[in-house]
């Protein structure tokens, strides 16, 4: 049974920054889209950023040029640096790994916590 755990969440003051990081325990079929969501309170879940095996990366339009996605794949590791925090981007972050067709899988970390004070 693959795992996402994350880790890297917190407080930080408006303008701050952190960085997110998400490793899968056990091993994942590495042809994948590993990405970040976000759930605010009261909201849906929504995508934040994603990354494809080839690193394509693709980003909300509230985030870009803002927070920046990366991935390990040797490692099956995923991590989005988030600058220029606003209180906005408060929310539950979500890592997700996710691969369609042949041997297709989703899974889901638990999320952690990102406050952003203003």
């Known amino acids: 049974q693959v795992q996402l755990v994350e880790s890297g969440g917190g407080l930080v003051q408006a303008g701050g920054s952190l960085r997110l990081s998400c490793a899968a325990s056990?091993?994942?079929?590495?042809?994948?889209?590993m990405g970040w969501y976000r759930q605010r309170p009261g909201q849906q879940r929504e995508l934040v950023a994603s990354?494809?095996?080839?690193?394509?990366?693709n980003y909300a339009d509230s985030v870009k040029g803002r927070f920046t996605i990366s991935r390990d794949s040797a490692r099956s590791s995923v991590y989005l640096q988030m600058d220029s925090l606003r209180p906005e981007d408060t929310a539950v972050y979500y890592c997700?790994?996710?691969?369609?067709?042949?041997?297709?899988?989703?899974?889901w970390g638990q999320g952690t916590q990102v406050t952003v004070s203003s």
């Open positions: 997700n790994a996710k691969r369609s067709g042949l041997w297709a899988y989703e899974y």
């Open positions: 056990g091993s994942l079929v590495n042809s994948n889209t």
């Open positions: 990354i494809s095996s080839g690193g394509i990366a």
